[in-house]
């Protein structure tokens, strides 16, 4: 694919591992970044995200492809700040929440933007987590693609077949539902098992035993405080169903124990592990 | 170190896994194996995690070791059935509760006993599981050691060290509740986790979403229904309690999302943030 620049507002694990992936696979292209954070930036240029970092957002918004990495309240804001870019411009965001995006970008952008939410990411955050190989093999969706023009939508599909991901489309307000159960409502768990265990009056000792089923499920509970607080503000109707259905199973289990009814125990989990029949 | 005779029952994960750790290490010494399921019998020998199989018990309980890789429940069977052995014969048990296992020894045999829990496992099962290095730089507890025999404590040290592991020692009441929180309280989070996504409508529209996150806090969701009810059986009162503390976590969660009070949110999150001071 040709593109001749490629301007990266958030250098940190998303945004920065983009920058990385892109360029090597695009060598001829620009990639310009920008970040608030004056570490970031000097990180992201060592660190080869982008070829240069600017102060100015103007040298990003006249970049062909815009990617916005940052925090989901961040990207409305810089959308609604964005009063005039070329005809043939493009912008995407990376962000875990689509919904009110979708419903809140500029309608002289419109056609400009194309919503995506690629499914990966780590505990990690910063420039220094960035890795070329993030995206490769993941799902990215693209939302309310009906609302994005023609060349904008080829061109971001192009970029992420480019990444080697897989391409699923659906609309926002479905995206929203999905990513509450299959994401932000286990990082809201991640976070509760956390604190169950550090408010414990000796903590150290309970970690002391952790194997890997614990290492796992605590994982994603380091995760950023600012960019899942503005997740869970956008999202906040799914993210309060998902936990109440997930409260339904956890009782279900309390009363089956509680009971000593273990068939029943044993069934439900036989259920549980069905799974890993679909997550293959 | 050694060891002339190690006899597995149990040729699953973690008995097969031992056997095969243990043949590498100790090439002079004989395993003989024990499995009631036929399969895992001709898989033991075809992946040879064991030298031998026999069907008769009183083979196994020849050996110079005795290890139970079997269920908890079966552990406690097997022991109570085991009416006597040489008095330097050493017992180990891998199961993941330790109260009831060490209040139900037989007197008879109670030095020959150590109690032990390796932390360590995966969410697969059966002989194809076993790998050599599931042990290797994991930690294992030792419980209520002054009641076993100074020289089957010093072998099975001897043994554990020379797996790479990492021995912690305490009480089996301790052991018991600690676990509570660090494995069998995140496995029902994991089933539970697994349950609330495949009672939606459309379980394959949202799992299509799963990345590493899910992955991860739903692996474990995988885990043996027979292994776990027994497991959740002997160390009720502690799970359940333990899974007050993570619910009582969860619902501060969802107070502070509906009151939209996100400086309090933000502080939680990072609360759960400081585990990984910890957890290294």
Redesign the interface.
């Known amino acids: 694919m040709i593109l001749n620049s490629v301007g990266i507002v958030g250098l940190g694990l998303m945004g920065g591992s983009l920058g990385l992936s892109l360029k090597h696979l695009l060598p001829n292209t620009k990639f310009i970044g920008y970040d608030h954070n004056e570490t970031h930036k000097k990180d992201a240029i060592e660190l080869k995200l982008v070829d240069k970092v600017t102060d100015n957002l103007n040298d990003i918004f006249d970049c062909e492809l815009i990617v916005l990495a940052i925090p989901v309240d961040g990207i409305i804001e810089i959308l609604q700040n964005i009063k005039s870019i070329p005809k043939e411009s493009t912008i995407i965001d990376l962000g875990s929440t689509k919904k009110q995006i979708c419903d809140n970008i500029p309608s002289s952008i419109r056609e400009n933007f194309v919503a995506t939410h690629p499914?990966?990411?780590?505990e990690k955050n910063g420039p220094n987590a960035a890795f070329d190989g993030l995206y490769t093999g993941?799902?990215v969706?693209l939302c309310d693609t009906q609302n994005s023009g023609k060349t904008q939508l080829k061109l971001v599909e192009q970029m992420y077949k480019l990444l080697k991901m897989n391409i699923?489309s659906?609309d926002s307000t479905?995206h929203d539902e999905?990513?509450a159960?299959?994401?932000h409502?286990?990082?809201?768990?991640?976070?509760?098992?956390?604190?169950?265990?550090?408010?414990?009056k000796d903590?150290?000792?309970?970690?002391?035993?952790?194997?890997?089923?614990?290492?796992?499920?605590?994982?994603?509970?380091?995760?950023s405080?600012?960019m899942?607080?503005s997740i869970?503000?956008q999202n906040?109707t799914n993210?309060?169903d998902?936990?109440g259905?997930?409260?339904?199973?956890?009782e279900?289990?309390?009363k089956l124990?509680?009971n000593?009814d273990?068939v029943a125990?044993?069934?439900?989990?036989?259920?549980?592990?069905?799974?890993?029949d679909?997550?293959k």
Do not use: C
Request: aromatic share 12%.
């Open positions: 499914m990966t990411g780590t993941k799902t969706v699923i659906m479905t999905n990513a159960f299959i994401s409502m286990p990082h809201a768990i991640s976070f509760a098992l956390a604190n169950s265990v550090m408010k414990q903590p150290k000792n309970i970690i002391a035993l952790a194997g890997g089923g614990f290492r796992d499920m605590s994982r994603i509970a380091k995760s405080p600012a899942w607080e869970f503000k906040k993210v309060l998902s936990i259905y997930f409260k339904k199973e956890l279900a289990f309390e124990l509680e000593e273990f125990l044993r069934a439900w989990m036989s259920d549980a592990n069905k799974l890993h679909i997550l």
